[in-house]
């Protein structure tokens, strides 16, 4: 088996007494998609957090292409390779959709610091900006100012960041969650779309069933913040941790 | 070509950009248009204010950070002029060299102040810059062999630059050719460039980081920016360029003190005028201070006028008494934030 892209080892955060993520190890290697599900609370979005920076470990550590990053800096991560995008929509509301993507095909190519040139003249990054839009068929509301977007295609916006982003890790924070029948499956072709390259990780907490069974090649089932199971699908959904936690029901239900 | 020259940022809306030319045409030629002292006073400070109050707009307006200490860096470059002026001798080289020290010193201690507290939260920055705002204030009062004190520092400029210097005989259009129209147009064209040069920074990629960061700076961060480098840099450079139209202002008035550049009421004006103006654009700087600075020179006389028109009415005559002009001053800010709560520009794009 390849070589794990993202590894945390013993990851540990505390608030207070409440130990929200508890010593998760884990590793996650390229051309995967590993679902992470798990009960609302059980440490999800803050295993995430912890691995793309906005919260800093009490314990544990977490290596990208066996570096560690663990104290690294947010922005640090997401230039090494980290691609975060975010359960509650966080975008720059007042700005077109076409300037958000354009700021993060700034970022990556480093570009922020010029202060002389026009930002608007700079055609490689407008153009590259405007291809990832047709993508994810955003294209025709590229002047669109984001706050006027539906709750759909501000979730697809979201997506759109990530896939400008490039990353070596994805990781997609229920991407489709509250977004209408039609919307979602767009949302869930593009995460197919990006799993066909070998190259990238994917980590994608979602709590539909179906979505899981036809995308994912590996489960990992947190439960109160400690890592519960960790296998191929068919395994983890009929292990007994899961049966017990879940008994009967779809995930969407817990 | 014109369109390169303001960035491609044009003003979207017709009035406004009537009104800006207005304002360009006005200062441009302010010495012929408007005769007298008072009026040339005025232009020159209206001019040297938009610089001020573009630079607090590059922070506030675009950046989304607050800083008191705006008078502070203005205050560094007039204290600069004025000290390189008294300790090298009246000369053009006194008045680069103290520019470009007051611009340097502004940019030092704006990074100082930036990196060690702009980590933490905006909101801490603003207390901070208070802080070393009054501290400075005080420093600048106590030290007055250096500074001369609350009385402040009378020098001498170029020749070239003050009413005695004749530059050609006679006059155009009854004005004469003195080195005080030179002076001016010093102000005038350093104000121009200044402002243009703003105007291209907020819309260069520097520019948009700064935009995405006020609008949400945790997912800036997430993109990849390093929000408080950004932050930092934008302070950095709104410092220098307030201190370069504080000397700006030291060499048009010959005379540096506390009340002219460093006082917290000045603070408040540049405040006012960005909020009047509409933040984030820019040009609301224009006419944020082009309308600040008129009201606050000319209220007095207008309310004299009504005064004297009104004088047959009981009860109106003190309303317009001109002492009161502070009081209708703050009326019009009210009234104009009440109604125009994007500005005066923002106002007037809307309405398109
Ligand atoms: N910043 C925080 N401060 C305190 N408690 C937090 C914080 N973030 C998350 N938690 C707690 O950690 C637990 C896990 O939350 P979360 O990771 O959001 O769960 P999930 O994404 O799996 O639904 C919850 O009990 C939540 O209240
Ligand atoms: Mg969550």
Redesign the pocket.
């Known amino acids: 088996m390849a070589d794990a892209i993202l590894e945390t080892s013993d990851l540990t955060?505390r608030?207070?007494g409440?130990v929200?993520?508890d010593h998760v190890s884990c590793a996650f290697r390229a051309g995967e998609l590993t679902a992470i599900v798990?009960?609302?609370?059980?440490?999800?979005?803050?295993?995430?957090?912890l691995i793309s920076g906005q919260?800093r470990a009490s314990a544990g550590r977490v290596f990208l292409n066996r570096h560690e990053i663990t104290r690294m800096p947010v922005a640090e991560r997401t230039h090494r390779g980290i691609g975060r995008a975010f359960?509650l929509t966080n975008l720059f509301p007042n700005l077109t959709v076409l300037e958000n993507v354009r700021l993060v095909i700034q970022a990556q190519r480093h570009r922020g610091f010029r202060l002389f040139s026009m930002a608007d003249s700079d055609s490689a990054i407008s153009d590259a900006a405007a291809a990832v839009l047709k993508r994810v068929r955003l294209d025709a509301l590229a002047a669109q100012k984001v706050s006027e977007l539906s709750h759909g295609n501000q979730r697809k916006l979201e997506v759109a960041l990530l896939i400008a982003l490039d990353p070596l890790v994805y990781m997609f924070?229920?991407p489709t969650a509250g977004m209408s029948v039609d919307d979602a499956p767009v949302v869930l072709d593009l995460i197919a779309e990006l799993k066909a390259d070998s190259r990238r990780a994917i980590l994608l907490?979602e709590h539909k069933m179906d979505v899981i069974r036809s995308l994912a090649d590996r489960i990992v089932v947190?439960h109160n913040?400690a890592l519960a199971a960790d296998g191929p699908p068919a395994e983890v959904m009929a292990s007994d941790v899961v049966q017990e936690a879940y008994l009967g029901r779809d995930l969407a239900d817990v | 070509m014109l369109t390169r020259l303001i960035s491609g940022d044009r003003p979207r809306s017709i009035v406004l950009t009537i009104i800006l030319l207005a304002i360009l045409i006005g200062l441009a030629l302010a010495p012929f248009l408007f005769p007298g002292i008072r009026s040339l006073e005025t232009a020159a400070r209206i001019c040297i204010f938009i610089v001020l109050v573009a630079s607090y707009d590059l922070m506030l307006g675009y950046g989304g950070i607050v800083s008191f200490a705006h008078t502070m860096f203005f205050g560094m470059g007039a204290y600069g002029v004025a000290l390189a002026s008294v300790h090298m001798g009246r000369g053009f080289d006194a008045l680069i060299v103290g520019t470009l020290a007051g611009a340097v010193a502004a940019a030092v201690l704006a990074l100082l102040i930036g990196l060690f507290s702009l980590r933490v939260r905006a909101i801490f920055f603003a207390m901070i810059t208070l802080a070393v705002a009054s501290a400075v204030a005080v420093l600048v009062s106590q030290l007055s062999s250096l500074t001369g004190g609350e009385d402040g520092l009378n020098y001498q400029i170029p020749r070239a630059l003050t009413p005695a210097f004749k530059f050609a005989d006679g006059r155009l259009f009854d004005v004469s050719l003195n080195g005080k129209l030179l002076n001016y147009y010093l102000v005038f064209f350093s104000a121009l460039i200044l402002f243009l040069l703003l105007l291209r920074i907020v819309n260069s990629p520097f520019g948009r980081v700064l935009q995405a960061i006020r609008e949400n700076d945790f997912r800036a961060e997430a993109i990849g920016y390093r929000v408080v480098y950004y932050r930092t840099a934008a302070t950095c450079i709104s410092a220098a360029v307030a201190a370069i139209a504080g000397s700006l202002f030291a060499i048009w008035l010959r005379y540096v003190g506390p009340d002219t550049t460093l006082s917290f009421e000045i603070m408040i004006d540049i405040l006012l005028m960005v909020v009047i103006g509409g933040m984030g654009t820019m040009y609301g700087a224009v006419i944020g201070a082009a309308v600040f600075i008129i009201a606050q020179n000319y209220l007095q006389e207008l309310m004299a006028v009504a005064a004297s028109a009104t004088a047959k009415v009981p009860v109106l005559p003190l309303f317009f008494d001109p002492d009161r002009w502070l009081l209708w001053l703050g009326v019009l800010f009210v009234l104009s934030v009440y109604f125009f709560p994007t500005g005066i520009v923002g106002r007037l794009r809307q309405g398109r």
């Open positions: 955060v608030f207070g409440h929200a993520v798990g009960p609302n609370g059980a440490g999800k979005t803050t295993y995430f957090n919260i359960q924070d229920e907490v947190l913040g």
